[in-house]
């Protein structure tokens, strides 16, 4: 299984130690090296991975707290690696784990095989898809808490996406103006993987392509509830995969965002995968949306552009009727 090198490209080097800390550094190499042994076997590593792709498996991602606060490191972080692969992760993004864990509780009735709103993927994952225009959801007694709680995670995925959105509009630089991006309803799906997947094993010439989506949107927000592999394709690599968990928000580019940034942040599209230690059922969320941020900065763009040209031909009117007024005086 193919795995792209993060480190050197997610973010920028950071800046060289000071000496002082480079000589003690130096110093404790054999006590940090004795201390490698102690590290426990991660499930979801392969053997076959070089040092550089278990640091990529560990790495800690972007600090949210550091997005909304515009730190400039992190957002170029976070808009070179939408550059260069279509994705980025967050962590500390704010939504407790109770949020998730009381979802969770409540969509027993949904998890049905008589349920309507079930939607089976395949042998092993079976989805259930909410949106704002569930009413008929929320007005079942037998479903009203779980609408309530759907609607309040994806409120809480919502306001992480404008915040993203903002970035998007502030940054990008080949926007494709004439490209507008649609308003289109937001959808969060709740996916259960019922037991581990039999597709993916730890031999390295046997590769999982995940499912190509046509993902309408602009940003897709993967949260898994348990600890998994998230498996990719982008538009310029083969599929890959990393090492996620619950405390980290995997976001994708989708095809509406690529399309109006003229494909400066990449599509890609990506799934979660489960290998839990038990044999019980795991859970993802995946939030859809095209932030409105994103949406408001092509319409004002449009009426500076149409400002602009009333503008100039109240100027030539004007310039027109001086001449005609110089020509009769």
Not at 105 to 126: I, K, N, Y
Not at 128 to 141: C, D, I, N
Not at 174 to 203: D, M, W
Not at 217 to 246: K, W
């Amino acid at each position: 299984m193919a795995h792209l090198r993060f480190k050197s490209r997610f973010c920028p080097a950071p800046p060289p130690p000071s000496p002082l800390i480079a000589r003690r550094s130096t110093s404790c190499v054999r006590e940090d090296s004795d201390s490698f042994t102690d590290i426990p076997q991660n499930a979801f590593i392969d053997e076959t991975l070089l040092t550089e792709d278990i640091q990529c498996l560990s790495m800690a991602g972007i600090d949210y707290n550091l997005i909304l606060s515009r730190d400039a490191y992190s957002i170029g972080c976070l808009l070179r690696s939408a550059s260069d692969f279509g994705m980025f992760r967050i962590s500390n993004y704010g939504i407790l784990a109770e949020d998730f864990e009381s979802t969770l509780a409540d969509a027993g009735c949904v998890f049905q095989s008589s349920s309507v709103f079930l939607h089976r993927v395949d042998d092993h994952r079976e989805e259930f898809v909410w949106s704002p225009s569930m009413q008929v959801l929320g007005h079942t007694r037998k479903y009203r808490r779980l609408s309530e709680k759907m609607e309040n995670v994806a409120a809480k995925l919502d306001s992480i996406a404008e915040e993203l959105g903002q970035i998007f509009t502030q940054h990008a630089s080949k926007q494709q103006y004439h490209h507008k991006i649609k308003a289109s309803e937001s959808t969060l799906s709740l996916c259960r993987h019922n037991h581990p997947f039999s597709g993916v094993n730890s031999s390295p010439n046997n590769k999982y392509e995940p499912q190509h989506k046509h993902c309408k949107h602009a940003l897709s927000l993967h949260v898994p509830v348990d600890e998994a592999e998230f498996f990719y394709h982008t538009e310029q690599s083969p599929s890959s995969s990393f090492y996620t968990g619950p405390d980290t928000i995997v976001v994708t580019i989708g095809e509406q965002l690529a399309e109006w940034s003229n494909h400066e942040f990449k599509f890609a599209y990506g799934e979660v995968y489960f290998k839990p230690l038990e044999d019980k059922a795991s859970f993802a969320f995946e939030f859809q949306c095209s932030p409105s941020s994103i949406r408001r900065s092509i319409i004002s763009l449009y009426d500076q552009i149409g400002i602009i040209i009333i503008i100039a031909g109240l100027c030539k009117f004007l310039l027109f009727g001086f001449d005609i007024f110089d020509l009769f005086s």
